[in-house]
């Protein structure tokens, strides 16, 4: 599909341009949160591995609540790809994306 062209210079027209533009940016941020999530825990086995205590300091995430919070960073990749495994992106943020962020 092409991209659907809309008016940037309308009040809601920049609006959908700012909403898109920041989930194409959390697109890209969440990526890269997701693959070091699955480094550091061994593709999620291993969810303590994102806690203060296991050392890695990478996410600082408070002891006990790295399980909750792998599976909401899980939760957020669903809900920004169609397909999270190969980063396919949900279609209409492609669709009305006007340029980059």
């Not at 920041?22 to 061994?42: C, E, M, P």
């Not at 996410?59 to 920004?80: K, P």
Request: proline content about 4%; hydrophobic content about 40%; aromatic content about 8%.
């Amino acid at each position: 599909m092409t991209n659907i062209a809309y008016s940037l210079t309308t009040p809601f027209g920049r609006q959908t341009y700012t909403a898109v533009q920041a989930i194409r940016k959390a697109q890209s941020l969440l990526q890269s949160i997701k693959q070091k999530a699955d480094d550091v825990t061994g593709g999620g086995v291993t969810p303590a591995n994102l806690e203060d205590a296991a050392g890695a300091n990478l996410f600082g995430v408070a002891t006990g609540q790295g399980a909750n919070y792998y599976a909401a960073i899980q939760a957020l990749d669903a809900a920004l790809f169609t397909t999270p495994t190969t980063w396919t992106p949900v279609q209409a943020s492609v669709d009305l994306d006007q340029g980059s962020f």
